[in-house]
C-alpha cells in the first residue's frame, strides 16, 4: 500500500493538467462574474503553484506542474456563493487563492480545479477606531493594510516575514503568525469576526463581539481550515494604537539549554517582549556581527512595542533575566540589523531552485519540557540527509514554543524528491516521537495531509465529520488539510 504520508509525490506526478472548459461551463460562469474569469495561459500557469518548494521547483526547472481549469476572480460574497452552485453543476471543484505564498502546497490545483482567485476582493470595509476594530475583504494584502492602518496611527501589530506577499484570507485560512506574536498575539487572537461561504451556498456571519458565552466559538472552525470548509470574504480584525515606540536587545547564550532556559522565563513572565526569537549555533552563524560573538554561540533577539519609558524598564528586567542565565549583552544594534534584513529570504530562494538540490523550512510546536529534546532529534535525524540545517525558535507562550528548521540538501537531480521526502519522514517523525505538533503556523496543505492522523493537537476524525458536514460533494479544496485515505494513525 502506498504510504499516505507521501501522497503528494503521487498527486504532483499524476496531476491532471487542465482540461478545456465546456460551453455551458463557460456560458454559465459569465452569468455570474461577466468577463472576470479567464483559461489564458499565463493566468492559468501564475495559479498552478504556490511557494510549496517541490512545485515551485518543478516549475523552475520546466518538469510537470498541475493546472488549474480556470481562473475566476469574485467579488462578492453572493459570487462566491453562486460559483458553489457552478461548481455542482459543472462537476469542478474550487481551490481559493490569496496571493499564493503559503509554502506547503495548500492553493495548488491537483486536479483540475477552478481557483477561485480573492485578489480582486480588496477593499477596507469599515473602521472603528472607538472598538478597535477594521473590517476588510478577504483579498486585502497584507503590507497594504498595514500602511493604511499605520497612516491613521493604527496597527495590526501582525507581521509574518511575508506580509507584503500574503492577504488577510490567506492568514485566516492558514492561521498565520507573525514576528510579534508574544506582544500582538498570533491571527487567531486579532481576528474577531468573519464572513464565510460554505459549499451549501450560504453566507454565514461571526459578529466581532469581543467575547461571549453561546456556546462554542464557531468562527474559531474557519481559522485554520486551510479553504477546505469554507471561503472566507470578509474578516473584522482588532487593531491597536502605534506604539510610542519600538525597541530592540540581543543576548548570546554558550549554549542552546542556557538560550532555552533565558527564553522560557521571559514567556512566562507577564510582560514578555513582543519580539522574541532564539537562533541555535548553526542558525545563529551570520546574525550577529562575528566579532560580537568570536566563539559562536547562540543569539536571542528581543524587541518591545509600547511607552517609551516602559519598554524601557521591560527591557532592563530582560537584561537582567538574560545574564542570569548565563547570556552576554551584544546590544540593541545588532537585533536592529537583524529585524532590517528580516525580510531576505534570497538564499532559501536560491536553495529552492537547483537541479540538484532543494530547500525548506519546518515549523513545529513542543511543550517547553521537550524543546530541547526536539530540537536535538529533528536536528540529528536530518543532518545525514543534508549539507546545511539550522534552527530557530521565534514563537513562544507561557507553556512552550514554536521550532522552526531551514534545510538545505543536495541529491543527484533525479533522487532530489527522494532524498527530500526522507527528509520531511524523519523530521516529522522525529517530532512526533518528542512529543511535538506537526505544524505551528504554515499549516497541512498537501505536504502534511498524510501526517494529521498522527498529530497529538487535534482528533482528525472531527475534521473528516466537518468535512462531510460542511463539503459532502468535496468542492472546495479536496485532498488538502485532511487526506481522506491517510492510514498512518497516531501511535500509542
Ligand atoms: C518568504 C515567506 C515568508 C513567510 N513567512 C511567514 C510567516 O512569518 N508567518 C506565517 O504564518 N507564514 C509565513 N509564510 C507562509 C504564508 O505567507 C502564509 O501561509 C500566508 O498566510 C498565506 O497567505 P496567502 O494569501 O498567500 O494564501 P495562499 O497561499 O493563497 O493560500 C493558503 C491557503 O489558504 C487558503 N485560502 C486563501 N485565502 C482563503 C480564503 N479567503 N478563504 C478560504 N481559504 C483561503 C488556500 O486555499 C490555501 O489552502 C511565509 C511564506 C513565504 C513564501
Not at 502506498?2 to 460562469?29: C, H, K, M
Not at 487572537?189 to 451549501?200: F, I, K, N, Q, T
Request: net charge negative.
Amino acid at each position: 500500500m502506498t504510504d499516505a504520508r507521501f501522497s503528494w509525490r503521487n498527486d504532483l506526478e499524476n496531476a491532471r493538467l487542465n482540461e478545456p472548459l465546456t460551453t455551458e461551463a463557460s456560458r454559465d460562469l459569465t452569468s455570474i462574474v461577466g468577463n472576470a474569469w479567464s483559461t489564458d495561459d499565463v493566468d492559468l500557469d501564475q495559479a498552478s503553484v504556490d511557494r510549496w518548494p517541490p512545485a515551485l521547483r518543478r516549475r523552475h526547472l520546466g518538469l510537470k506542474v498541475p493546472r488549474p481549469t480556470v481562473v475566476i476572480w469574485p467579488t462578492t460574497a453572493q459570487h462566491v456563493s453562486d460559483l458553489f452552485q457552478w461548481s455542482k453543476l459543472h462537476g469542478i471543484a474550487l481551490v481559493t487563492r490569496g496571493a499564493g505564498s503559503g509554502v506547503v502546497g495548500g492553493a495548488v490545483p491537483l486536479h483540475g480545479e477552478a481557483v477561485l482567485s480573492t485578489e480582486r476582493m480588496n477593499a477596507i470595509v469599515a473602521f472603528d477606531p472607538t472598538s478597535g476594530l477594521v473590517r476588510v475583504e478577504a483579498g486585502v494584502m497584507g503590507g497594504d493594510l498595514e500602511t493604511w492602518l499605520n497612516q491613521r496611527d493604527f496597527t495590526l501589530g501582525h507581521y509574518p516575514q511575508s506580509i507584503a506577499i500574503s492577504t488577510v484570507g490567506g492568514w485566516v485560512a492558514t492561521r498565520a503568525s507573525g514576528t510579534f506574536s508574544s506582544g500582538y498575539g498570533n491571527i487567531e487572537d486579532v481576528v474577531r469576526g468573519l464572513e464565510v461561504v460554505v459549499p451549501g451556498g450560504d453566507v454565514l456571519s461571526f459578529a466581532p463581539i469581543p467575547r461571549s458565552a453561546t456556546g462554542p466559538n464557531l468562527r474559531e472552525l474557519f481559522v485554520g481550515s486551510e479553504g477546505t470548509l469554507g471561503i472566507v470574504t470578509q474578516i473584522d480584525l482588532q487593531v491597536r494604537r502605534l506604539p510610542e515606540s519600538r525597541i530592540f536587545d540581543a543576548f548570546v547564550f554558550d549554549t542552546l539549554g542556557q538560550g532555552i532556559e533565558a527564553t522560557r522565563a521571559l514567556a512566562q513572565s507577564l510582560y514578555p517582549p513582543a519580539l522574541v526569537r532564539l537562533y541555535d549555533a548553526a542558525g545563529g552563524k551570520g546574525i550577529i556581527a562575528d566579532n560580537d560573538v568570536p566563539n559562536g554561540g547562540c543569539p536571542l533577539i528581543l524587541g518591545w512595542d509600547g511607552p517609551s519609558d516602559i519598554v524601557e524598564i521591560l527591557r532592563e528586567h530582560s537584561a537582567r533575566t538574560c545574564l542570569d542565565r548565563g547570556g552576554r549583552a551584544v546590544g540593541p544594534a545588532a537585533a536592529t540589523e537583524w529585524f532590517d534584513k528580516r525580510f531576505d529570504v534570497s538564499a532559501l530562494e536560491r536553495g529552492i531552485e537547483r537541479v540538484d538540490g532543494i530547500a525548506d523550512t519546518i515549523e513545529i510546536a513542543a511543550s517547553w519540557s521537550d524543546a530541547e529534546q526536539v530540537h536535538s532529534a529533528v536536528v540529528e535525524a536530518l543532518s545525514p540527509l543534508c549539507d546545511r540545517v539550522s534552527g530557530h525558535f521565534s514563537h513562544v507562550y507561557p507553556t512552550g514554543t514554536s521550532l522552526y528548521v531551514v534545510l538545505f540538501l543536495s541529491a543527484d537531480a533525479g533522487d532530489v524528491e527522494n532524498q527530500y521526502a526522507e527528509a520531511w519522514r524523519v523530521a516529522l517523525e522525529a517530532a512526533l516521537d518528542a512529543g511535538a505538533s506537526i505544524s505551528h503556523h504554515h499549516g497541512i496543505g498537501l505536504m502534511r495531509a498524510g501526517w494529521m492522523p498522527a498529530e497529538p493537537s487535534t482528533e482528525v476524525s472531527i475534521l473528516r465529520d466537518l468535512k462531510r458536514l460542511f463539503d459532502p460533494q468535496s468542492l472546495l479544496n479536496p485532498g488538502k488539510l485532511i487526506n481522506t485515505t491517510a492510514q498512518h494513525d497516531r501511535p500509542n
